[in-house]
């Protein structure tokens, strides 16, 4: 599953995730398109609870979509700042990345 960012009709401001009103120009109409990939801009991990199952860290990255919007999205591995992943939505829709 693709993930989608949504231009202002308006203006051409990009957001993720969809809002009501444009913060740049107020307006209400939206044009959703789809989000294949981006850049990572920042990479951390989150070390899970002792006890929690499926042990290991977390990785989660900051993307820049080529459209614009930055997301975060999880990873199965770490990557590093300038990587270029591909993204989608999981079957819980949280957003996942994938290095290319
Ligand atoms: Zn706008």
């Known amino acids: ?10 203006c ?10 444009c913060p740049s120009c ?6 959703a398109f789809e989000a294949e990939g ?9 070390r899970r609870r002792v ?6 860290d977390i990785h989660l990255a900051s993307v820049a979509t080529e459209a614009g ?3 975060i999205a999880r ?4 990557v590093e700042i300038g990587d270029v992943v591909s993204l989608a939505l999981d079957a819980q829709h949280r957003i996942v990345a994938r290095r290319d």
């Open 1 to 10: 599953m693709s993930i989608n960012v949504f231009r202002c009709t308006h």
């Open 12 to 21: 051409d401001t990009t957001l993720f995730p969809a809002r009501y009103l």
């Open 26 to 31: 107020g307006g209400a109409e939206w044009s």
């Open 38 to 46: 981006g850049t990572v801009t920042a990479a951390t991990a989150v």
């Open 51 to 56: 006890g929690a199952d499926n042990g290991g």
């Open 69 to 71: 919007p930055i997301v």
């Open 75 to 78: 990873l199965d591995s770490p």
